[in-house]
């Protein structure tokens, strides 16, 4: 059982940066590749990037590749996302995923889920 607990959203204005910082608890967060999801109102949940068990491969999004930058801390059981140059197209809550396994871009295949964090970028 992993717990999953989202924060540093809030709301900036266009072209700021924002740091989300997701806070594991349980065993074996090393094992888990992590993963950043967002979901605008009225849209479907999206990738946004995720993290191999090790940190050492990272995925994103086409959106947000260049702005965004995944990071992971095993000896803290930390995942954070830098973003970077913001818009509002980026508007959405943030949700910070874990699954057992190698790095994937689909939400069904994740295991564990945080509460999300509400991120609103104004132009």
């Not at 709301?11 to 910082?21: D, K, N, P, T």
């Not at 940190?55 to 973003?83: C, E, H, P």
Request: with cysteine; glycine share 10%; proline share 2%.
């Amino acid at each position: 059982q992993v717990q999953l607990v989202e924060s540093g959203g809030g709301l900036v204005q266009a072209g700021s940066s924002l740091r989300l910082s997701c806070a594991a608890s349980g065993r074996s967060f090393s094992r888990y590749a992590m993963g950043w999801f967002r979901q605008a109102p009225g849209k479907e949940r999206e990738f946004v990037a995720v993290v191999s068990w090790s940190g050492g491969s990272t995925y994103y999004a086409d959106s947000v590749k260049g702005r965004f930058t995944i990071s992971r801390d095993n000896a803290k059981n930390t995942v954070s996302l830098q973003m970077n140059s913001l818009t509002p197209e980026d508007t959405a809550v943030y949700y910070c995923a874990a699954h057992f396994g190698s790095p994937t871009y689909y939400d069904h295949e994740y295991d564990y889920w945080g509460q999300g964090t509400q991120v609103t970028v104004s132009s």
